[in-house]
C-alpha cells in the first residue's frame, strides 16, 4: 500500500468551521500533521482556531500549496464537496 500522506503533506479541511471538521483539525495540528487551514463557502477569509478559511478548494492550494483534503461535510454535501 502506497503512503498517501507524509511529513510534506500541507492539508486542508473541508467543513472546517463544523464541530467535527475543528475538532478533528486541532487533533491532527496537535499530533504534529501539517494543517495549513480550511474550506467552507461563503466564510472565506476568516479564521477559525488560527486556522485561515476559504471559499473554495481551488483557493487553499493556489494560496497554500495544499495537496491533501480532510472531508467532514454532510452526506448529501459530500459530492459538491
Excluded at 471538521?21 to 461563503?42: A, E
Aim: contains cysteine; proline residues 6%; neutral net charge.
Amino acid at each position: 500500500m502506497a503512503v498517501l500522506v507524509d511529513r510534506n503533506s500541507r492539508i486542508i479541511t473541508q467543513g472546517i468551521t463544523g464541530k467535527t471538521g475543528l475538532f478533528h483539525s486541532i487533533q491532527c495540528r496537535d499530533y504534529g500533521s501539517k494543517i495549513v487551514g480550511g474550506v467552507t463557502p461563503g466564510r472565506g477569509g476568516t479564521t477559525v482556531e488560527g486556522f485561515p478559511v476559504w471559499n473554495s478548494c481551488y483557493e487553499a492550494v493556489e494560496k497554500e500549496g495544499a495537496n491533501v483534503s480532510m472531508l467532514f461535510v454532510p452526506p448529501p454535501a459530500a459530492g459538491d464537496a
